[in-house]
Nanobody
Framework: QLQASGGGLVQPGGSLRLSCAAS????????MSWYRQAAGKQRENVAL???????TYTDNVKGRFSISRDSAKSAWYLQMNSLRPEDTARYYC?????????WGQGTLVTVSS
């Protein structure tokens, strides 16, 4: 079970840090990801991070968002800076391990003045 947190209302240009934690210890090769889904749009991958720390980002968040992980805590994070109104969405964390995907319940991020 995954628990996402950290969403909220922030002004344009502001920052938020999302967290996701797995209820149990995660072993083996894993991919920890963040997705988002804006109203009326498809869910899109925002960022992912591998066991070795290698990370990828979708183009429109590069340089603004940063994903990190704490494998000892089975947790990962999304630091979001320079937020824009178009970043408004529900953000979901996903854990991929041993051929199975696990999703968190989502946390709402609203960027508005």
């Amino acid at each position: 079970q995954l628990q996402a947190s950290g969403g909220g209302l922030v002004q344009p240009g502001g920052s938020l840090r999302l967290s996701c934690a797995a209820s149990g210890r995660v072993f083996g090769a894993t991919v920890m990801s963040w997705y988002r889904q804006a109203a009326g749009k498809q869910r899109e991958n925002v960022a992912l991070i591998l066991n070795n720390g290698a990370a990828t980002y979708t183009d429109n968040v590069k340089g603004r968002f940063s994903i990190s992980r704490d494998s000892a805590k089975s947790a990962w994070y999304l630091q979001m800076n320079s937020l824009r109104p178009e970043d408004t969405a529900r953000y979901y964390c996903k854990l991929s391990t041993r051929g199975t995907d696990y999703w968190g319940q989502g946390t709402l991020v609203t960027v508005s003045s």
